[in-house]
């Protein structure tokens, strides 16, 4: 029951649904004999395992022993206790792991070996572990292996390990219903085998915006517990054909070069050569021409310009979520068709952004789109218009203060359920006017060289990977998946502020 608490030695109270694991202790006499009467007595024992919070969203396992004389009433507490965890319907028995040994520092198998497994054995949960060998290894696997028998997939890497289970599962899925994944128009169906993501990447925006912090740890608690984080996923489709799924960014111009700059060769630097292709992208400044067509994201509440974030427990979400269970219910998987008005934006960007959730990471803690939700079905659409770099700046640096960095004149951010982006290039090809002078002035704009408009496209950044089209056609799915997550809990002062607020919580 959700409801019990113990209260340990320590004094704090722990919710039934945070302990770990509960073990007998074999009773060690001649540590504990400080009494004259314990010298007579035979000691039981038993040790509950639990969540203890640190600072920063960290979890840490912490435990308490208890003693007494009265060998049945320790059996007694250490059954009920056990007995009590078995009730806990939501925990995984049995995962499947992927570890990408080559992600983000190249620490992948370590980190799962040294900090994940022993936990995952103290909590009793087995696992099938696949160690990868190439690129899409994990993601083709999925569409072979009895997915079924597993109560989760944990996958061990950054954001491009997670996004290969993702496309893996939802694509699994698809296949299993039937469902063609080339129609942008299909209502795809949920995914209910949940993702548990143990940070070993570069950006690992992914986990740090569902969890708080990325923590291996941390994470491998919250699969332990069973949390469970619903996450809104885009599809990204050109001309009727499936390219990939989105759940952090989707983003055009600066992001885009940055991985364009990124290639392969330059793994070896590991997570700085962000860093490095980041500021040569700065340096480089480019605008690229284009137009957006979007439907507002009407149904769902809030606003990307509000002040407060999604949290645990988000209630725009969960209004989303009673929303969803509604519209299926009346139209079953039937894709209902917006009557809603398109917009359309035409005009020279820095950056078009496209965000589901907040995407907040160690180098932006507050995130691109800090009011974006996890899953209230829609996504923040950000656009930067053409400015001066020293304007550039000042809205990157933003992204790591508190100052608002949607409040700039050429800065727009609008809430969508869809989009549609073409470049002002392939307008022009489309239309059958190809410029010859393009060609031979090469890549800058002919009317005016030193404004660094790219007559070439940019490159779409789809969490981590290039797209092959700069035409995209993009619709968001409400809460397609989950994650063993539960958004990022409200910051507790002190320990006991923050069992006090668990206990209210449950009550
Ligand atoms: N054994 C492997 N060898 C080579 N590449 C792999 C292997 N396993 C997985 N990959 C690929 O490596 C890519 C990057 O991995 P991952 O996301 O774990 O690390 P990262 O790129 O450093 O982190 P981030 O995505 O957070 O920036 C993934 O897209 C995945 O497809
Ligand atoms: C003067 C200081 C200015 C600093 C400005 C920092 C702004 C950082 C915002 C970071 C936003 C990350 C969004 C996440 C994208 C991930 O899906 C993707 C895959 O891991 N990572 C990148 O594309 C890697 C993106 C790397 C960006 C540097
Ligand atoms: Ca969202």
């Known amino acids: ?36 009467w314990q010298k007579m007595a035979k000691l039981h024992a038993f040790t509950v395992y639990y969540v203890k919070r640190a600072r920063n969203h960290r979890w840490r396992c912490s435990d308490v022993t208890f003693w007494c004389v009265d060998e049945h009433l320790c059996n007694q507490w250490t059954q009920a206790l056990k007995e009590s965890l078995e009730m806990q319907k939501s925990r995984p028995k049995q995962l499947l792991v992927y570890i990408n040994p080559y992600g983000g520092k190249r620490q992948g198998k370590r980190i799962y070996e040294q900090k994940v497994a022993p936990l995952f054995n103290l909590a009793s ?7 990868t060998e190439h690129a899409n ?12 028998k597993y109560d989760g997939v944990v996958c061990v890497g950054g954001d491009g390990m997670f996004s290969e289970v993702m496309h893996g599962l939802i694509g ?13 128009k299909a209502s795809l169906v949920q995914c209910n085998i949940r993702i548990g993501i143990i940070p070993a990447g570069s950006t690992d925006c992914i986990c740090y915006s569902t969890v708080g912090i990325s923590d291996p740890v941390t994470s491998a608690l919250h699969i332990i517990v069973g949390d469970c984080q619903p996450l809104d996923v885009s599809s990204v489709h050109h001309n009727n054909t499936f390219l990939k799924y989105s759940v952090s960014l989707l983003g055009y111009g600066f992001y885009g070069d940055i991985l364009k700059d990124n290639s392969e060769k330059k793994r070896w630097m590991g997570p700085m050569r962000y860093d490095y292709s980041g500021f040569k992208t700065f340096l480089s400044h480019h605008y690229y021409e284009g137009t957006i067509a979007y439907q507002p994201a009407k149904r769902t509440h809030g606003s ?10 988000c209630y725009i979400c969960k209004k989303s979520e009673k929303q969803l269970a509604e519209q299926t219910k009346e139209h079953g998987l039937k894709h209902e068709e917006g009557e809603e008005e398109w917009k359309v934006i035409k005009g020279k960007f820095l950056a078009i952004n496209a965000v589901n959730m907040s995407c907040a990471c160690p180098r932006s803690p507050k995130g691109l789109s800090p009011a974006a939700h996890l899953a209230d079905g829609s996504a923040d659409l950000i656009l930067v218009r053409k400015c001066s770099r020293f304007d550039f700046l000042r809205y990157l640096v933003r992204h790591t203060n508190q100052d608002d960095q949607f409040d700039f004149p050429f800065v727009d951010v609008y809430r969508v359920k869809c989009f549609q982006f073409t470049s002002k290039l392939s307008e022009d090809n489309e239309s059958n006017v190809m410029d010859i002078g393009k060609k031979r002035f090469g890549q800058f704009c002919r009317d005016h060289p030193a404004c660094c ?14 797209l092959d089209s700069s035409a995209i056609e993009v619709r968001v799915h409400c809460q397609l998946m989950k994650l063993f997550a539960r958004g990022i ?8 502020a923050c069992s006090q607020s668990s206990i209210e919580q449950l009550l």
């Open 1 to 36: 029951n959700q409801c019990c608490w113990i209260l340990t030695s320590q004094n704090c109270f722990v919710p039934i649904s945070e302990i770990i694991a509960v073990e007998e202790r074999e009773f060690n006499k001649k540590q504990r004999n400080i009494g004259r």
């Open 172 to 184: 699994r899925m698809q296949k299993d219903s039937g469902i063609d994944q080339n129609n942008p």
């Open 489 to 496: 809990e409200e910051n507790c002062k002190d320990e006991a």
């Open 137 to 148: 290894h994990a993601k083709d696997n999925l569409f072979e292996v009895n997915i079924y």
């Open 453 to 466: 408009c790219n007559i070439v496209n940019s490159t779409w950044n789809c969490d981590g990977e290039t």
């Open 125 to 131: 949960i087995s696992t099938d572990v696949v160690i």
């Open 304 to 313: 990307p310009r509000d002040k407060e974030s999604c949290r645990t427990g």
